[in-house]
Nanobody, 115 residues
Framework: QVQLVESGGGLVQPGGSLRLSCAASGNMFIFYTLGWYRQARGKQRELVASITALGNTNYTDSVKGRFTVSRSNAANTVYLQMNSLKPEDTAVYFC?????????WGQGTQVTVSS
């Protein structure tokens, strides 16, 4: 089982930026597809962005041009740079790691966008 620990959440004003980090345990990190998901209160969890082992990225339409997912295999860490934040981005953000269909999740970090 992979241990995933998110950090970097917090309260930010609309238009601001945050950078989320997710540190993973183990020595298989380079093989993982990594994803960032979010769950707003009363809503289903949704995929925000993902990055494959080869570095191919995918974004949900609502964050394209504002969010950037990246990874550091040396640091066993995946990042989500979030710019031009909007109130509708408020949610708990989770990272996950997918290795050959086995998926592990972090505990989540709260992001609140409010003035």
């Amino acid at each position: 089982q992979v241990q995933l620990v998110e950090s970097g959440g917090g309260l930010v004003q609309p238009g601001g930026s945050l950078r989320l980090s997710c540190a993973a345990s183990g020595n298989m990190f380079i093989f993982y597809t990594l994803g960032w998901y979010r769950q707003a209160r009363g809503k289903q969890r949704e995929l925000v962005a993902s990055i494959t082992a080869l570095g191919n990225t995918n974004y949900t339409d609502s964050v394209k041009g504002r969010f950037t997912v990246s990874r550091s295999n040396a640091a066993n860490t995946v990042y989500l740079q979030m710019n031009s934040l909007k109130p509708e981005d408020t949610a708990v953000y989770f990272c996950n790691a997918d290795y050959r269909g086995r998926v592990d999740w972090g505990q989540g970090t709260q992001v609140t966008v409010s003035s």
